[in-house]
């Protein structure tokens, strides 16, 4: 069993910076791939990026493509999303995913389903102003 908590959200002003962390407990996520989600007010969740489980590859939603970066550190079993250049519209509670399984390969396509996770975080909010 994996547990996810994020921590990082808050309000900021259009076009500010926020890095989310991801911390996992429970076992390693050091061999599996990891998901950031949000879901904007009123809205269904969706995908924002993933990460395969070494870090060296990246697949991002085209609403963020640019301004986000996922990062990993398997030594300290956190996972990261900075986000740049922040707009109202990225308004919403993000939540961290694992897959539970360890798999030999990672498709970006795969990895934008909700399916495609076994664990989730409890969500941390995130307000930008304009």
């Known amino acids: 069993q994996v547990q996810l908590v994020e921590s990082g959200g808050g309000l900021v002003q259009a076009g500010g910076s926020l890095r989310l962390s991801c911390a996992a407990s429970?076992?390693?996520?050091?061999?599996?791939?990891m998901g950031w989600f949000r879901q904007p007010p009123e809205k269904e969740r969706e995908f924002v990026a993933s990460i395969s489980y070494s870090g060296s590859r990246t697949y991002y939603a085209d609403s963020v493509k640019g301004r986000f970066t996922i990062s990993r550190d398997n030594a300290k079993n956190t996972v990261y999303l900075q986000m740049n250049s922040l707009k109202p519209e990225d308004t919403a509670v993000y939540y961290c995913a694992a897959d539970a399984r360890t798999r030999p390969w990672y498709t970006g396509g795969y990895y934008s389903r909700e399916d495609a996770y076994d664990y989730w975080g409890q969500g941390t909010q995130v307000t930008v102003s304009s």
């Open positions: 429970g076992r390693s996520i050091s061999s599996n791939v």
